[in-house]
């Protein structure tokens, strides 16, 4: 069991990981390039909780329980001693993370676990520089870690199915849903987050729309089903014989860029055309039908208040207290 942990890297991202890591009830060393950095940032990252506890997002007393969890070290060699658990969140360059990560596996203990919060790079490249790799895996939280609740662990080939674990588990009790996947570079997030931004780009490129409308259409379309649905869950309401039509046309116009992807055309030619037929990517029954779409209808109407503007006022206001349907089951999941 994880019950002792190090930061190192105190930056914003290590800050917010080691808020999530002193709320969950766990110890937490800080360490940076400096014992002054650290120390410094120890102060700040207290005071966001406070203040974000003021705002009505974190609990009442997260100022004072990250407070009193939180620590700051004068190295990365005291920090990371005799602990459980090391994250390690420095800048994204490689020989730095190499670095870094081979002071911290040669100075913690030999079954202390190792976690870097790389966000593109291979696991397997970073775990060459670590002594006793098989404790090593990819832990990777999203911007701002205390509030996006999906985080990705990666181990590489030769990591401990138990570290996994017990990351896993330590991540629920902070209240996060770990996600372990396959370790390719840019992971699942930034592939998708990335494939996306491509296409927006491109659309710019042809003078289809500004950044600004294309930020609009994104956030009040299909991006307004995703605190909800995955693409999957989406295609499969959808109906995958219609995506496979609309790949079709799009195939026709950009054939460069949109080509059917052959897991849906062999479904649809297996007649798995998703929710109405009872088989998709994901099995959900026709008799459960009725109940995923008043889960869609009610889930798309709070969410649809939630981000309504003010009277008087223009902008959407968007919070994440106390709006129950996103920690709702989802209907379609088996």
């Known amino acids: 069991m994880i019950t002792t942990a190090a930061v190192v890297g105190s930056g914003y991202m290590g800050g917010g990981i080691a808020q999530v890591l002193a709320l969950a009830g766990r110890d937490v060393v800080l360490a940076d390039a400096t014992a002054e950095l650290a120390a410094t940032n120890r102060e700040r990252i207290i005071a966001e909780a406070g203040e974000h506890a003021a705002r009505g997002i974190l609990p009442p007393d997260a100022g004072e329980r990250v407070g009193d969890r939180l620590t700051a070290a004068a190295s990365i060699e005291e920090a990371v001693a005799d602990v459980d658990l090391i994250e390690e969140a420095v800048p994204e360059i490689l020989e730095l ?7 911290i596996s040669a100075a913690c203990r030999a079954d202390a676990l190792i976690g870097s919060n790389t966000s593109t790079i ?14 090593f895996l990819g832990v990777h939280f999203s911007n701002p870690a205390p509030f996006i609740p999906g985080v990705e662990v990666i181990p590489h080939e030769g990591t401990r199915a138990e570290a996994v674990t017990a990351v896993v588990d330590l991540l629920a009790e902070g209240g996060k849903v770990g996600v372990p996947i396959a370790d390719v570079t840019g992971f699942v997030l930034n592939r998708l987050q990335y494939a996306l931004f491509s296409e927006a780009a491109r659309l710019v490129d042809e003078g289809v729309a500004t ?58 030619e297996r007649g798995e055309n998703g929710v109405k037929s009872g088989r998709g990517f994901l099995a959900t029954p026709p008799e459960r039908a009725p109940a995923l779409a008043a ?31 996103m920690r709702g089951e989802l209907p379609i999941i088996p």
């Open 122 to 135: 291979s696991i397997a490249v970073l775990a060459e520089a670590v002594h006793g790799p098989e404790r």
């Open 211 to 268: 950044p600004e409308a294309i930020d609009l259409i994104a956030r009040t379309t299909f991006g307004f089903r995703l605190p909800f649905f995955g693409p999957f869950a989406i295609a499969d309401i959808a109906g995958l014989d219609v995506y496979e039509f609309c790949y079709r046309s799009l195939h026709g116009a950009y054939p460069d860029r949109f080509t059917a992807p052959g897991i849906l055309t062999e479904r649809v």
């Open 295 to 325: 889960y869609r209808d009610q889930a798309y109407a709070a969410l649809s208040e939630l981000a309504a503007p003010p009277r008087g006022r223009t902008g959407g206001l968007l919070t994440a207290a106390g709006f129950p349907a």
């Open 97 to 103: 993370k190499h670095q870094t990560l081979q002071r």
